[in-house]
């Protein structure tokens, strides 16, 4: 079974994320493949990507199980090498690129929705950073794309937990969505597919590739602070005991350290 799949269908590319009984969970060998295709969409000739999760939740984040190799560092630099190279190569990518979000977008979930030039979503959805749950900073360019979206007070807040989760037309308000929906998320993304492919697509292209070029740096900053910062924090007691607060069920008591 393939974690993530592909097709190409009328000038656009669909890529979904296929571990629904994770509600898509990222493990490494799923952000691995997930990078492989990106690898190979990149070089396709479709104008516009669409980002799918199969099931109930586009993304619930990074695999908590996952973090219990990060002391390894040969297993975390591969996993965040992976990482940034899919959202960098999304950001960079010469076509339009489109999230559709419906259950839950959390954490590097949320990171990998919010690299699209627009995301549609479900006014049920949840959007939440979550990080901070289990004593960890953002990941996946997650302080670069909050930045963007919300200006660097309102970023920091919403990355601290303030408010945690936010659903569809809150999300709306603040700007991390651009498109909101009570109908069909896939459908109605399917919808702006079509109207951005009668519009004249090399010259919205044009615009995309000045600002991101011009912004490209930033982004690798953060995303080389965010491996930095990780690494740091994986052995803190605060992440330890995050981790084991969330495999048991229970709320975390923190401790500051």
């Not at 990080?131 to 302080?143: C, E, K, N, S, T």
């Not at 200006?151 to 659903?167: D, E, M, S």
């Not at 459908?187 to 597919?193: D, F, P, V, Y």
Request: net charge negative; with cysteine.
């Amino acid at each position: 079974m393939n974690f993530v799949e592909y097709e190409s269908k009328n000038g656009i590319t669909y890529i979904r994320l296929n571990r629904p009984e994770r509600y898509n969970a990222l493990n490494k060998e799923m952000l691995e493949e997930l990078l492989n295709v990106v690898n190979i969409v990149e070089k396709n000739e479709d104008r516009i990507v669409v980002l799918l999760g199969e099931g109930k939740a586009f993304c619930a984040g990074g695999d908590i199980a996952m973090m219990k190799d990060f002391g390894n560092k040969e297993f975390f630099d591969g996993v965040m090498d992976s990482i940034a190279g899919i959202v960098s190569k999304l950001y960079m990518m010469p076509k339009l690129v489109i999230s559709a979000v419906q259950g839950s977008a959390a954490g590097l979930g949320l990171s990998l929705a919010l690299t699209a030039d627009y995301v549609v979503a479900h006014q049920e959805a949840n959007l939440g950073m979550l990080f901070i749950g289990v004593g960890l900073a953002p990941d996946g360019g997650g302080h670069f794309w909050a930045e963007q979206r919300l200006g660097t007070q309102k970023a920091k807040q919403f990355i601290w937990g303030n408010p945690r989760l936010v659903k569809g037309e809150e999300a709306k308000r603040m700007g991390l969505t651009d498109v909101l929906t009570d109908g069909d998320v896939f459908q109605e993304a399917e919808k702006l597919c079509e109207m951005l492919l009668a519009s004249p697509l090399e010259a919205i292209l044009k615009t995309k590739m000045t600002y991101h070029e011009e912004q490209f740096e930033r982004l690798n900053y953060f995303l080389q602070r965010e491996k930095q910062n990780q690494w740091e924090l994986r052995s803190s007691e605060d992440h330890q005991e995050g981790v084991r607060a969330f495999l048991e069920k229970r709320k975390p008591s923190f401790n500051g350290k």
